[in-house]
């Protein structure tokens, strides 16, 4: 059981998409990741998924209706529905997913991480 620096850890992170484990309650990961310009559409059958926003602004889009994060605002996504994150600028995001959740969903392309590294 040790402290867990979040500037620290986001410092070791230099691509956008790409999260990083840096512990694990539960069946879940609690992760952090960096986010600029807009991901892709996709949906996580099986799990629900929690955005809180570090530093900077994240839009999650969503069918029909657009949310804005701004620091130190979080949700939580349920399993099952269809979503987009967009980034204007650099926006630093912890995610507390299942250790099943694969970042793109049910969508597999460049952005699809698989092999998570744990800093």
Same mark, same amino acid.
């Given at each position: 059981?040790? #402290?867990? @620096?979040?500037?620290?850890?986001?410092?070791? /992170?230099?691509?956008? %998409?790409? +999260?990083?484990?840096?512990?694990? !309650? @539960?069946?879940?990961?609690?992760?952090? !990741?960096?986010?600029?310009?807009?991901? =892709? %559409?996709?949906?996580?059958?099986? &799990?629900?998924?929690?955005?809180?926003?570090?530093?900077? *602004?994240? $839009?999650? #889009?969503?069918?029909?209706?657009? =949310?804005?994060?701004?620091?130190?605002?979080?949700?939580? /996504? +349920?399993?099952?529905?269809?979503?987009? +994150?967009? !980034?204007? &600028?650099?926006?630093?995001?912890?995610?507390? &997913? !299942? #250790?099943? *959740?694969?970042? *793109?969903? @049910?969508?597999? @392309?460049? #952005? *699809?991480?698989?092999?998570?590294? $744990?800093?």
């Amino acid at each position: 059981m040790n #402290k867990i @620096n979040m500037k620290e850890k986001l410092r070791l /992170i230099d691509n956008y %998409w790409e +999260p990083k484990i840096i512990g694990e !309650a @539960n069946d879940s990961y609690v992760k952090l !990741a960096k986010f600029k310009d807009e991901f =892709v %559409w996709h949906v996580h059958e099986n &799990e629900d998924e929690m955005f809180y926003i570090i530093k900077g *602004t994240l $839009t999650i #889009k969503f069918r029909g209706k657009d =949310v804005v994060l701004n620091e130190h605002e979080c949700i939580i /996504i +349920p399993r099952g529905v269809e979503h987009m +994150p967009f !980034a204007k &600028e650099e926006v630093h995001v912890m995610l507390i &997913e !299942a #250790k099943s *959740t694969l970042n *793109t969903g @049910n969508i597999e @392309n460049e #952005k *699809t991480v698989k092999d998570l590294e $744990t800093i």
